[in-house]
């Protein structure tokens, strides 16, 4: 009786602790589906008011006639017809695009450039990274009005130039020069981010390689096209897909330099800048201006996926 008894004791404790182990992780399991949705929540809802709700009502005012006090009504397509007639849509679409096509070349191969120039460990180079750095985090607005006042027609570049006897010029006065300008501050102030991105990728290039390229007789030159490029070059798709579509986007820059109404008669106009005049106020066609921001999404993401997709046929 007493063997039987000692044996039922360990296996009563047994149970009891296992029965006190397992109420908590039945009650654990059965709270595991619901409790990532609870974490989530409070992203997905900061998601669902800024981003979705208002992509999903500017997709919808797009077929409409709405304006800023009046409730529009369904119009199908017209308002898309109505930007193929429209020669402000088109200067604002020549200018997006020359945007891409001056802007991105420079912010791909400059910030590589710049960053394997500071990446070398010699007295001093991190004053220099923060400096190349400043203008990133520098507010658009300062930038822009800084870069007025320098190009301005009694600033300080062309105080310069007529004291070399070249004597002044429109920077923000000629309709080219004004974009052009416009596209160098936007270089300038991207240099510092993409920079960082490079500094990353290049921190990962193992160090044999170039040696390797060095001893082989390779120059400067060669081992940066052989070595170098190859080796960042998924960080370059990344850049150049980051960059097309903040180009395409391009408002700030413009608006500070060119003034609200896109520069002279309008012709630096963008189409966010568009989107911007045609939809503000209190007779602003928001339905019209809603068709064109559906245009600058679709381009978007056609530019998106036309970088990846030579990305793909590189790596093939």
């Known amino acids: 009786m ?3 008894s ?5 296996r009563t404790a047994a149970t009891a602790s296992r029965a006190v182990t397992d109420g908590p992780r039945k009650r654990i399991r059965r709270q595991l589906p619901s409790s990532p949705w609870l974490f989530a929540a409070p992203g997905l809802l900061i998601v669902g008011i800024f981003i979705l ?8 005012n797009s ?41 991105v070349p420079a912010l791909v191969l400059l910030p590589l450039l710049l960053a394997m120039l500071v990446q070398k460990h ?3 180079i991190t004053f220099f990274r923060s400096a190349f750095y400043t203008p990133v985090v520098a507010s658009i607005v300062v930038v822009g009005l800084i870069w007025v006042w320098m190009l301005d027609e009694r600033g300080l570049v062309n105080a310069v130039l007529e004291a070399v ?17 416009a596209m160098t501050v936007t270089v300038w102030k991207g240099l510092g981010y993409y920079m960082i991105i490079y500094l990353a990728a290049l921190a990962n290039v193992p160090r044999e390689l170039h040696e390797a390229a060095a001893v082989d007789g390779a120059g400067a030159v060669r081992r940066f096209l052989t070595v170098t490029v190859p080796a960042v070059r998924s960080t370059m798709v990344l850049v150049a897909a980051l960059s097309s579509v903040a180009a395409f986007k391009v408002f700030s820059e413009v608006y500070l330099m060119a003034g609200p109404n896109g520069g002279p008669a309008g012709e630096d106009t963008t189409l966010v800048m568009l989107v911007q005049r ?3 106020g209190l007779t602003g066609r928001v339905g019209y201006a809603s068709a064109i921001s559906v245009v600058v999404f679709v381009v978007t993401v056609a530019l998106m996926l036309l970088v990846l997709r030579a990305d793909r046929k590189e790596d093939a």
């Open 278 to 280: 045609v939809g503000t």
């Open 122 to 124: 010699i007295p001093g």
């Open 63 to 103: 077929f409409t006639d709405k304006r800023t006090l009046i409730p529009g009504e369904f119009v199908g397509l017209d308002n898309f017809r109505e930007l193929l007639h429209d020669d402000m849509f088109w200067i604002g679409l020549r200018n997006s695009t020359l945007y891409i096509l001056g802007v």
């Open 165 to 181: 006897g070249v004597g002044s010029v429109g920077f923000l006065s000629d309709q080219w020069l004004l974009l052009l300008s």
């Open 6 to 10: 000692a044996v039922t004791a360990p």
């Open 2 to 4: 007493k063997s039987s």
């Open 53 to 60: 709700y208002p992509f999903v009502s500017t997709l919808i």
